[in-house]
């Protein structure tokens, strides 16, 4: 019965003491004062709010490299990560206790002393002196003003000065203890309380100031964090004043010898200590991957573009990045910083970065379609650039992927690939022959030009000794003969091509590109012949789709994605289906052993445009070369059954620029110099050779050409 009355009692002084206005006593309705205990307070766990029930997971998402352990950055809005109880050395734990809320583990959520304390203070003073909040009401007012599930307007009350939202967190402070142990709530308020200095939990403040994990703080370490709890924005020692952190690291010392919890002697040794911070900062977005491998940078940007195009990470582009910022996810990236660091190494050696001319080259892996280099001769940023050269030495622009500004460049007789594929898909053998002419004049339009022949196109070889003649699939892709795929071309149909160019992942970035293939792609005979962008990444990993035996991945830039509770999420498996007949892929890998200086199942390759590449590899290799008009561009694909890399050599300022047919050599002895480091101690692996009925027109080898 006494206990009763008690409790109506510290029922109003609550209401009034931890408002600090002593006049809201009054104002309270008598059935508050008269018929309320102190447990009528509480609200229903199943009324709480779900910050409260189930914590939004505001923390930073980590990007590592694919070894899971190399960090290329972080992305964060606030820098935050949650650490286990566990994890949490008992020092520091002891301190925050100490110096928030010392009767922590004796009172239900509202420590009655402490309103009755605040309730005398504050009236006798005529102000707010002391507020009475207990470490888990400290925990209610943190999670609702930080949760981003609430308005702007929601999040505001959780800190306002007001009777009603003191009585708001008892209630919920009250239920929070009913249903969660000392422990839990513990853990869950150093997990999101704010430190200063942008650092938002215990995990995040150890490192910010100390550059160590929690589990490792000392006496002196854990002290000072506990102490800036109260005024994170001043005390903050490295922005604010440091002396005032000490003075707090001495309070909290102090509360720490009273309570018993660390002997005197111990906590003279830590205050005598001098202030010994070790900062450092959490990554942050693109921009600040490590110094030393500023290339990372264009990976990265393709990362966030990736994940911004994820339908699973929300309905629009600024979900995806909020909840990139905020889902505190671990994602292992495809990047191998190994195979980044060779192939940047063979960029760098073909153009410095301060030359106009690029050479954007990407390394893909067959069956998966996971990116494990993207290189280009460029660092990674906007500053610095000399007058009249916006994107040299320094960009941000994706040369390697593309998009934004980025279109892509023209690959040339790359693309011949999916002419052969149309024509093999549409039941014509590899040893389809053809006489192949000089020149050719075809049924499609062209408008003007020197392929234009009144009003038709009409190409041309590039070399009259070397090219023209009688040809098949072998020789033609071999020696890329451009008239024998024109013929080709006008065999199958120039929209079959589009087709199977768009099935294998080209993306027609170029608004005149998309025009034509979408609306003129019968009539675009030129296509074969590379005139569309594109781009190293679509490239590659069109090549890497015959590598597979015909399963086509999409490129990504992730091993794995787990969420904060340690759970695999599912856009970060790879996305593939088979797009071609495994024997049609085999056999266009076949021709595509001859431009390299390989030889076919069938021993029918006669000549190629990179004949240096397979015998300097010592493995089989398969690929093409490709020139585009005047050698503004020059290309370079090889693919084994494990990798597969595109390099394509272009300004990307001024594409009237020509790069000349010489750098083609030195792209042919650089991607060779890729595919060799990256696969040195990998089996030696072959080629699986496609039927005879894929490869002849009568079932059976025959001599000759």
Known sequence: MIRAHLDKIFTVLIAGSLAGLVLAVAALPAALVLGLGFGALATPWSELPDSLRTPPTVQR??????????LITSFYVEDRVDVPLAGVAPVMRQAIVAAE????????????????????????????????????MQYVRNALAGDPRLTAQQRARATEISTGRKLREMRYALALERTLDKDQILSRYLNIAYFGAGAYGIAAASKRYFSRSP????LAEAALLAGLVRSPATDDPINGDADAALARRSYVLDRLVETGQVPAAEAAKARAEQLRLDPSETPNDCAAV???????????DWFTRWWGAQPAFGASVDERQGLLRRGGFRIVSSLDPAVQATTRGQVLGIYPTDDPLAVPTAVVQPGTGRVLAMAVNRDYGVAGNPPGQENYPNTVNQLVAGGGTIAGYQAGSTFKLFTLLAALEAGLPLDTRYDAPHRLLTRFPAAGGPASCAGRWCPTNADLVGMDGPRTMWSAFGRSVNTYFAWLTEQVGADRVVEMAERLGIRFRAEDDAKLARYSARDWGAFTLGVSATTPLDLANAYAT????????????????TDPSGRPVAAGRPDCRQVLDTDVARAATDAARCPVGGQSMYGRCDGGTAPQLAPRLGRPVAGKTGSSERNETESVVAFTPQLAVASIAANPDDPRQAVGKAVQKEMIDAVGRVLATTLRGEPARDFVPPSESTAFRQAGPRDGN
């Open 215 to 218: 589990a490792q703080l000392t």
């Open 101 to 136: 809320d010392v009767r922590f583990y004796q009172h239900r959520g509202v420590d009655l002393r402490g309103v009755v304390r605040a309730f005398t203070v504050n009236r006798r003073d005529g102000a707010t002196r002391q507020g009475a909040s207990t470490l888990t």
């Open 61 to 70: 998402s980590n990007l590592y490299a694919n070894d899971g352990n190399t």
């Open 290 to 300: 490590p110094a030393a491998h500023n290339d990372w940078g264009f990976f990265c």
């Open 546 to 561: 015959l590598a597979a035996e015909g399963t086509w991945c999409a490129p990504s830039p992730v091993r794995s994605i």
